[in-house]
């Protein structure tokens, strides 16, 4: 038997109840980045910007009932694995995306940027 979806979040049911909102836990991380920087030492400045790749298992999934609504939160925990520093370049075009659908959610959408404003802001530092 197939759990039905909710028709806006197309999250699947709990318990035959609506599941509104799923988050991420992430274990593990420290082990994994730091495991890569004793190979390949950097040197972070306090204030300084860095982009990381984290390679994770789902490890774990449970709901948390949202407070008097009778629907529910799936969080889900990932164990990270290996971990990297990527070259902003890299992470540019993502973490754009992500920003622009966490201010739209937030009811403030971004104005459009071309890729030379995107690029631009995402210069590494000479």
Same mark, same amino acid.
């Given at each position: ?10 999250? %699947?049911?709990?318990?035959? /109840? *609506?599941?509104?909102? %799923? ?9 994994? =980045?730091?495991?890569?920087? %004793? !190979?390949?030492?950097?040197? !972070? /400045? =306090? ?5 990381? =790749? !984290?390679?994770?298992e789902c490890s774990k999934?449970?709901?948390e009932e949202l407070k *008097? &609504? ?13 971990? &990297? ?5 890299? #992470?540019?075009? $993502? ?6 659908? =966490?201010?739209? #959610? ?13 690029? $631009? ?6």
């Amino acid at each position: 038997m197939s759990k039905r979806k909710n028709a806006v979040t197309g999250l %699947s049911t709990f318990e035959n /109840h *609506d599941v509104l909102q %799923s988050t991420i836990k992430v274990t593990n991380a420290g082990d994994g =980045l730091s495991e890569a920087m %004793s !190979i390949d030492p950097v040197e !972070i /400045h =306090l204030g300084e910007q860095r982009y990381l =790749l !984290i390679e994770a298992e789902c490890s774990k999934v449970g709901y948390e009932e949202l407070k *008097d &609504t009778g629907t529910y939160r799936r969080v889900q925990t990932l164990k990270a694995g290996t971990a &990297t520093l990527v070259d902003a370049t890299f #992470a540019a075009k $993502a973490i754009q995306a992500q920003r622009a659908a =966490l201010d739209e #959610a937030r009811g403030t959408p971004q104005l459009p940027m071309t890729k030379d404003e995107v690029d $631009a802001t995402f210069e590494p530092e000479a």
